[in-house]
C-alpha cells in the first residue's frame, strides 16, 4: 500500500537565505503520508513513534514541486514500519522568466527516511 502526496514549496516554507527550505518541511509531508496509510490501513490516523532513518540528499528551494510518497512494509500487532522517500519533480525556472518552470526528466530524491507509527489497538477499525 503506498500514498502519495505533491506539493508546492512556497515562500513561507523557505527558511533560509536564497530560499531554501528547512529539511524539517519534507518529515511534514512525510507524516501527512503516515497519516493517510494509517487511515487506509487501520482507518485510524494513529500516531508516528519514531524516525530509525532519516537522509537529507539535495536541497529543496521555494518553487519547487515535491512528490512524498510512502508504503507500509511491515505490519505488526499495533506498529507499522514505513519507507517514505521526497523527490523533486517540477522546478522554477527565474533564468528565463518569474512564471517559467520545468518538469524534471528524472525527478531528484531530496529526501529519503524510515520510521514506526502505532494504532492503539482500542482505536483500529479494520
Request: include cysteine; proline fraction near 4%; charge should be negative.
Given at each position: 500500500?503506498?500514498?502519495?502526496?505533491?506539493?508546492?514549496?512556497?515562500?513561507?516554507d523557505?527558511?533560509?537565505?536564497g530560499?531554501?527550505?528547512?529539511?524539517?518541511?519534507?518529515?511534514?509531508?512525510?507524516?501527512?503520508?503516515?497519516?493517510?496509510?494509517?487511515?487506509?490501513?487501520?482507518?485510524?490516523?494513529?500516531?508516528?513513534?519514531?524516525?530509525?532513518?532519516?537522509?537529507?540528499?539535495?536541497?529543496?528551494?521555494?518553487?519547487d514541486?515535491?512528490?512524498?510518497?510512502?508504503?507500509?512494509?511491515?505490519?505488526?500487532?499495533?506498529?507499522?514500519?514505513?519507507?517514505?522517500?521526497?523527490?523533486?519533480?517540477?522546478?522554477?525556472?527565474?533564468?528565463?522568466?518569474?512564471?517559467?518552470?520545468?518538469?524534471?526528466?528524472?525527478p531528484?530524491?531530496?529526501?529519503?527516511?524510515?520510521?514506526?507509527?502505532?494504532?492503539?489497538?482500542?482505536?483500529?477499525?479494520?
Amino acid at each position: 500500500m503506498k500514498s502519495i502526496i505533491r506539493m508546492r514549496m512556497s515562500a513561507h516554507d523557505a527558511h533560509y537565505g536564497g530560499n531554501l527550505v528547512d529539511g524539517a518541511r519534507m518529515l511534514q509531508l512525510f507524516g501527512d503520508v503516515a497519516t493517510e496509510l494509517l487511515i487506509i490501513n487501520d482507518g485510524d490516523e494513529g500516531l508516528f513513534k519514531a524516525y530509525d532513518s532519516v537522509e537529507f540528499l539535495a536541497p529543496v528551494y521555494a518553487g519547487d514541486y515535491i512528490e512524498a510518497v510512502g508504503e507500509i512494509v511491515k505490519v505488526g500487532n499495533s506498529s507499522r514500519k514505513m519507507v517514505f522517500e521526497a523527490r523533486k519533480v517540477i522546478v522554477p525556472r527565474p533564468d528565463i522568466n518569474d512564471s517559467a518552470c520545468d518538469v524534471l526528466e528524472e525527478p531528484i530524491v531530496v529526501c529519503k527516511a524510515s520510521g514506526t507509527c502505532v494504532v492503539p489497538k482500542d482505536k483500529k477499525r479494520k
